[in-house]
T-cell receptor, first 115, second 114 residues
Framework: AQTVTQSQPEMSVQEAETVTLSCTYD???????LFWYKQPPSRQMILVIR??????QNATENRFSVNFQKAAKSFSLKISDSQLGDTAMYFC????????????FGTGTRLKVLA | DTAVSQTPKYLVTQMENDKSIKCEQN?????MYWYKQDSKKFLKIMFS???????INETVPNRFSPKSPDKAHLNLHINSLELGDSAVYFC?????????????FGPGTRLTVT
């Protein structure tokens, strides 16, 4: 069974600095999708970035980028130029597109951006 | 227009009552999900429907029953509510545009059982 592990329950970063959130996963599949979701205090789940496992190039979305290491089964999120609005829970998620399209979420990392 | 909507957003009820949460998506997606987020923020899948057919049914008490009258709607009915059912329940739908399997979440329903 696939699992997703986020080993950092809480992190903090100074405004304008860079922070990296870790995520590892376990799967025997070769084709899958990985996601980072943000949940601010409003509780709305917002997609931050996605990565297709068959693509070697790391995904980027403005200040957000990932370091995808397929062999190591690692999918970390880097936030550059951190802003106060980045304060949120961040969830890493795995999805296998074969079968039931089930998404498996990590336990989350609470990120606080300090002024 | 809201992509995925849920009603109600807040629900406070007493133990042993029966309640329903409704979810609607206007994205034209075929697949919808229900998740439960507990007090520790852990997000766990409960059910998934694809075009009105149940395709994921996790280990959930049978007091929880999903119903999908059409592919744009997925409702969650809970019988005989218990204190442990207090949580935030999220509905989501999944896109299939190209190869991007992005989930779109509703705003969540905070259920409090007293």
């Amino acid at each position: 069974a696939q699992t997703v592990t986020q080993s950092q329950p809480e992190m903090s970063v100074q405004e304008a600095e860079t922070v990296t959130l870790s995520c590892t996963y376990d799967t025997s599949e070769s084709n899958y999708y990985l996601f980072w979701y943000k949940q601010p205090p409003s509780r709305q789940m917002i997609l931050v970035i996605r990565q297709e496992a068959y693509k070697q190039q790391n995904a980027t979305e403005n200040r957000f980028s990932v370091n995808f290491q397929k062999a190591a089964k690692s999918f970390s999120l880097k936030i550059s130029d951190s802003q106060l609005g980045d304060t949120a829970m961040y969830f890493c998620a795995f999805m296998n597109p074969l079968g039931t399209y089930k998404y498996i979420f990590g336990t989350g990392t609470r990120l606080k951006v300090l002024a | 227009d809201t992509a995925v909507s849920q009603t109600p957003k807040y629900l406070v009820t007493q133990m042993e009552n029966d309640k329903s949460i409704k979810c609607e998506q206007n994205l034209g997606h075929d697949t919808m999900y229900w998740y439960k987020q507990d007090s520790k923020k852990f997000l766990k899948i409960m059910f998934s429907y694809n075009n009105k057919e149940l395709i994921i049914n996790e280990t959930v008490p049978n007091r929880f029953s999903p119903k999908s009258p059409d592919k744009a709607h997925l409702n969650l009915h809970i019988n005989s509510l218990e204190l442990g059912d207090s949580a935030v329940y999220f509905c989501a739908s999944r896109g299939t545009s190209g190869e991007i399997y992005e989930q779109y979440f509703g705003p969540g329903t905070r259920l409090t059982v007293t």
